[in-house]
């Protein structure tokens, strides 16, 4: 089992920064892949934003290279991700995700945190 509790989430207008942060626990932290995701409302599919391996590859969406960094803390249990330049379309709750098994960006992750609320205005 692995628990996850994202914060850092706000408003922001556009061109802004945010951080947010993902920390786990249960089983052991170091043997689990992780990622980002995004949901722009209920019932809209949720989008793969980043996800980072057990060897530290990592992966991102197009629509957020050269903007979103994904790092890990493994002291600390932490993802994080740092999204810089924010734009409008990137409104959305924005949720931790966790498995044993290398999802990458598809939405199929066993373990899900509850989301923080990400609002970039124009």
């Known amino acids: 089992q692995v628990q996850l509790v994202e914060s850092g989430g706000g408003s922001v207008q556009s061109g802004g920064s945010l951080r947010l942060s993902c920390k786990a626990s249960?089983?052991?932290?170091?043997?689990?892949?992780m990622a980002w995701f995004r949901q722009e409302a209920p019932g809209k599919e949720r989008e793969g934003v980043s996800?980072?391996?057990?060897?530290?590859?990592?992966t991102y969406a197009d629509s957020v290279k050269g903007r979103f960094t994904i790092s890990q803390d493994k002291a600390e249990n932490t993802l994080y991700l740092q999204m810089n330049s924010l734009k409008p379309e990137d409104t959305a709750i924005y949720y931790c995700?966790?498995?044993?098994?290398?999802?990458?960006?598809?939405?199929?992750?066993?373990?899900w945190g509850q989301g923080t609320q990400v609002t970039v205005s124009s």
């Open positions: 995700a966790a498995d044993r098994v290398a999802w990458l960006l598809r939405p199929e992750y066993n373990y």
């Open positions: 996800s980072i391996d057990r060897y530290g590859r990592i």
């Open positions: 249960g089983d052991t932290y170091s043997n689990v892949y």
